[in-house]
């Protein structure tokens, strides 16, 4: 119950298209569900984040798209570019004051290379 | 720019040696973790702290230790290395601030090969 499955597992995307990678959990106490990108050589990075408040949020190119009764959320990059080349992990956490319950649980990733 | 740094990016190390791995950050941050990243299984935690002389297991912590003296610091040790331990070695540190949703700053790594 504590997972969250992403999926495909290695996404290659012309430039210019459309990147979509999803998500699944089964815990419906999860109420932070953030992406973290991770490039080459570096460790990874938040890129965007959702709570369960809202459907959608988009930053840039980058969108998130929450859907509370499928359980279900995904990250979308429009315009795809060759510098959005990375590792895309997804995660889920609930709002705690310490201990194990906060922890965020990670995606198993999703490598987005992006041909010119 | 919070900042956390790791000790080695890289690391070779023999079966049945005791290795440790040293992790310091700037920011004052009271979280700090221990992950594990390989291909496949994506990032799995292996112990966390969420304050000084504090420690708790993670989801792996078979095989490791960690040490937290100073708020700062977080070192992973690895008794007696052992060839399934060779992997990348992730930590990250976040603020208690909005716990359970704060933002983990990660290290760039270090790949650490057990022969």
């Known amino acids: 119950q504590q997972q969250v499955k992403q999926s495909p597992q290695s996404l290659i995307v012309q430039k210019g298209g459309i990147s979509i990678i999803n998500c699944a959990y089964e815990?419906?106490?999860?109420?932070?569900f953030p992406w973290y990108q991770q490039f080459p050589g570096k460790g990874p990075a938040l890129l965007i984040a959702?709570?369960?408040?809202?459907s959608e949020k988009k930053e840039g190119r980058f969108t998130i798209s929450f859907n509370k009764s499928a359980k279900q959320f995904s990250l979308h990059i429009m315009d795809s570019q060759p510098g959005d080349s990375a590792t895309y992990f997804c995660a889920a956490s609930i709002e705690g004051y310490g201990g194990s319950q906060g922890n965020l649980i990670f995606g198993k990733g999703t490598k987005l290379s992006v041909k010119p | 720019d919070v900042k956390v740094t790791q000790s080695s990016r890289y690391l070779v190390k023999r079966t049945g040696e005791k290795v440790f791995l040293e992790c310091v950050q700037d920011?004052?941050?009271?979280?700090m973790f221990w992950y594990r990243q390989d291909p496949g299984l994506g990032l799995r935690l292996i112990y966390f702290?969420?304050?000084?002389?504090?420690?708790e297991k993670g989801d792996i912590p078979e095989g490791y230790s960690v040490s937290r003296e100073k708020k700062e610091r977080f070192s992973l040790i690895l008794e007696s290395a052992s060839t399934n331990q060779t992997s990348m070695y992730l930590c990250?540190?976040?603020?208690?601030?909005?716990?359970?949703?704060?933002?983990?700053?990660f290290g760039p790594g270090t790949r650490l090969l057990v022969l």
């Open positions: 990250a540190s976040s603020s208690k601030q909005l716990a359970g949703q704060e933002t983990q700053y």
């Open positions: 959702i709570r369960p408040d809202v």
């Open positions: 702290s969420y304050d000084v002389k504090m420690k």
């Open positions: 920011m004052d941050h009271e979280n």
């Open positions: 815990n419906t106490a999860f109420d932070y």
